[in-house]
């Protein structure tokens, strides 16, 4: 694609912009900066709803009682309990333990101030959803 033909196409960058690489005038590949173009800000947009529509079930659930504010923070930070656990330095075992509520209720100060550090909270915030 040629640099001056790269799509410009508003989307989720807002105010940003991707960069793309592209061929200009005399034949050399080069960074080009793009706004986007429809087909990835579709792919992207429907990404994004996905993942808004996951959180509200989270935060349903959590709301339900059926599992722990920790659920919530990790969802909302796009994680999962494999990438929690390598930045905790927890057992995946243990953090998907922590994400029931009856269990999350009884974790110490100590371990609740490690997971809080993670999502940059205070350890009260964490036991609160929105």
Not at 34 to 62: H, I, K, Y
Not at 102 to 128: C, G, P, S
Request: glycine content about 6%; overall charge positive.
């Amino acid at each position: 694609m040629k640099e001056k033909d790269v799509p410009q196409d508003k989307g989720i960058y807002g105010r940003w912009h991707g960069i793309n690489y592209a061929v200009d005038e005399e034949g050399n590949y080069v960074l080009t900066p793009s706004s986007g173009w429809e087909p990835a800000n579709w792919a992207n947009r429907q990404a994004w709803d996905l993942l808004d529509q996951e959180l509200a079930e989270v935060l349903e659930e959590v709301r339900k009682g059926r599992r722990s504010p920790l659920a919530y923070h990790m969802a909302r930070s796009l994680m999962d309990v494999k990438m929690l656990s390598r930045y905790t330095g927890l057992a995946c075992w243990r953090v998907k333990r922590h994400c029931k509520p009856l269990v999350f209720k009884r974790l110490n100060r100590t371990l609740l101030e490690r997971y809080a550090k993670i999502f940059k909270m205070t350890a009260d915030q964490l036991m609160e959803v929105p």
